[in-house]
């Protein structure tokens, strides 16, 4: 490769840092603002010249840029962000953008860059579609936290769990609001079920849409038909994140790419062992803990072992551990599939 190069991400500006093999000259320097436009005609200089390739770390930003590289013909090299501080080592000077760009020019040019999967558009799609059921989701519960927790503070009678989400809960939430809370919490009652209205209608049209993609894919459709639990958003998580040839070489290493392994690292020594080291996708990790509490069912074929763990722990190491298994399982089956599991039909 005659140009090696990597970036820093940021929302104002990009730094980048290359090498010119051929010369030995080094460029370094900022494109601003970070946008495509600007990015693409910095990339202009690169015209013409091949073997160009650029690293840069899997943070918010990074789509545009893979595109823009790949538009341009420069080969573009994702790192994984954890082990890219790993690889950094301990600390020796104030950590700064150009440090972090030069970085990534070394770990590429030596070799040791702890590369990601850059995935075809389509699975991108899919992914922010994913990303934003599952803020929609979060969303929904803080709404109807919000509305037992006004229900306490004004001594109210107390809902139900669960009872918001019936129209015979609604009704009756709204002639508490009327009977017992101060026109303040009234107010505040109808706002949250209006909101509630609003992200219902939202998730079921984003559901549907992305049943609709589960149904198209091959990976997603092999998961449902063989995996107890797993359904069409949480079949379509796994694939979109999990698939493709060669994207693990174990199983124990998607379980970690997922964030549910144990964490052995914590930084300053604030966090004790023993933590989940939540380190990926808060989709799939919240997918497959979704899917692994469904074993809590009599009939489901793993419920002895969801039990046992249960009774020795808790119901939430149990559901953990099967979210576990869900993820190896996923990841044997995708694997056999390879990039066929991305196919769409």
Do not use: N
Not at 57 to 75: D, F, I, K, N, S
Request: proline share 4%; hydrophobic share 40%; aromatic share 6%.
């Amino acid at each position: 490769m005659p140009i090696v190069g990597g970036m820093d991400i940021h929302r104002k500006q990009i730094t980048f840092d290359y090498v010119d093999l051929a010369t030995g000259e080094v460029v370094c320097g900022q494109i601003a603002p970070a946008d495509r436009r600007h990015l693409r005609a910095w990339l202009e200089r690169f015209e013409g010249i091949p073997d160009v390739a650029f690293a840069f770390e899997a943070c918010t930003g990074w789509r545009y840029v893979a595109a823009e590289l790949a538009r341009a013909g420069v080969q573009a090299h994702l790192a994984e962000p954890a082990d890219t501080a790993a690889a950094r080592g301990r600390k020796k000077r104030a950590k700064t953008d150009r440090a972090d760009s030069r970085l990534m020019r070394d770990l590429l040019l030596q070799g040791r860059l702890p590369e990601c999967w850059i995935p075809p558009e389509y699975v991108l799609e899919c992914r922010a579609l994913l990303e934003t059921y599952h803020a929609l989701r979060r969303e929904h519960t803080a709404w109807v936290q919000r509305a037992h927790a006004v229900l306490f503070h004004q001594g109210a009678t107390r809902l139900r769990e669960g009872g918001t989400g019936t129209a015979g809960g609604r009704e009756l939430l709204r002639e508490i609001a009327a009977g017992q809370l101060s026109p303040a919490g009234q107010q505040q009652i109808g706002l949250y079920l209006r909101m509630l209205e609003v992200t219902e209608a939202e998730l079921d049209a984003l559901r549907g849409q992305l049943t609709g993609a589960a149904r198209r894919l091959a990976g997603a459709k092999a998961l449902r038909e063989q995996l107890y639990g797993v359904g069409p958003v949480t079949a379509l998580a796994l694939t979109c994140w999990l698939g493709g040839a060669g994207r693990f070489s174990s199983a124990r290493k998607a379980v970690r790419f997922a964030g549910l392994d144990i964490t052995v690292y914590s930084s300053a020594g604030k966090r004790s062992p023993g933590h989940l080291s939540r380190q990926g996708p808060p989709v799939l990790r919240w997918c497959a803990y979704e899917a692994g509490k469904v074993h809590a069912h009599g009939q489901a074929p793993d419920h002895g072992y969801y039990a046992q763990v249960k009774d020795r722990i808790d119901g939430k190491r149990a559901a953990l551990s099967e979210a576990r298994k869900i993820i190896r399982q996923a990841c044997h089956l995708l694997a056999e599939l390879g990039d066929d599991a991305l196919a769409t039909g």
